[in-house]
C-alpha cells in the first residue's frame, strides 16, 4: 500500500526533558492507523511536530507518496486535540473560510457542508453561529473543517473525545469510509474499543517511545493472551497452581485467569482438575483495553516489543 506520510526518528525535548524519542512510523493509503498511549505519552506531541506547529529536535517527516511525489500541504486535514473555531461567525462561513484556505472550490465546498452538516445531525445549522452550538455540535463542524477538502491525509487528535455514544458513532462511520475511499489517516485516541473495531494498524507510546507497533492482527496475535472467565467458588491457590495461569484476579464468585502466551486453549482445557466449581467458563483473548492497561500501568512489560509486521 502506497504510503503517504512517513515519520522516522523523531525526537523532542522541552527543556532538558526528552519528550519523544525515536519514533519511526508510517501512513498509508487507504488505512487507519492509531496512535495510543496514556495521559501524556506523547501523542499530542508526535502529531503537532507532523503538523509543523513545532519543530523536532531529530528525525525526517515526509509527506510523500511511494512515488516520490509530494503531498501538497492544501490535500492534509488536521483536526487538533484543542477545538474552538470563531466564535461570531456562522457555521457555513467558517466551513466556507476553511476551504477557501485550502484552495477548494466554494460551490463544491458549499455542497459538502451541507451533505456533512445532514449526516451530523445539524441540519439547518448552517446558518447558526459557533458560539451558540452545544460542545459536540461544534465538534462535529470542527470534523467537518477538517475534511471539507478532501483531503488526502487526515490527521486526527482525539476525534471522540466529548462525543456521546450515537456521534461516536457517527465518526466511526465517517472515518472508516473515508479510509475505505483512499484517505490516509492518523488518529489518536483512548476510546480502545473504538479503535480495535477501526484500525488497521496501530502504534502505541509509551513515556515517549514504541511499545507496540504493527496490524491490528498482529498485535492481538503477539499481545492479546487468552483469558479463561470461571463463574463458580474457587480458591486463589487452587486456580494459580494451574499451568499456564500467569495471573488471577477474583470478584466474588468469579476468577479470572489470565494464560501464558503459548496456551492452546482447547489442551489447556483437557487438564483443568476435576473438582474446580464452574457454573460457566468463557476463553477469550484479552481485549485491546486491557493490553493498553497493562502497558500503562508496567503489569506486563512489553519493554523489549519489537516492530511487528507493520
Ligand atoms: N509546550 C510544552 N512545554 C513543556 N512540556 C510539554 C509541552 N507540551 C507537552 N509537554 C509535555 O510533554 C509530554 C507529552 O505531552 P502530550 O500532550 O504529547 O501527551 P499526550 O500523549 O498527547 O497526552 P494526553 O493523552 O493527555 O493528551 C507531557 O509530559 C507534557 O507535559
Redesign the pocket.
Known sequence: METMLSVKNLGKA?KD?Q?IKDISFDVRKGEIMAIL?P???????TIRNIMGIMYPDAGTIDFQNSNGKDIPRNKIGYLP?ERGLYKNVNVMDILLYLAELKDYPLDKAKERALSYLKKFDLEGKDKVSVEELSKGMGQKVQFIASVIHEPELLILDEPFSGLDPVSQELFKQEIRSLAEKGTAILL?S?QMNLVEEMADRLFMIHRGQKVIYGTMDDVKTQYANFKCTIHGKNAYDDLIRILGVQRVEQEDDKSILYLASDIHPASWLKQLPEQLAIQELTIDRISLHEIFIDIATDKNLLQEAGELHA
Open positions: 522541552f526533558k519528550i498511549g495521559n501524556g505519552a506523547g501523542k499530542s506531541t486535540e489518536s483512548h
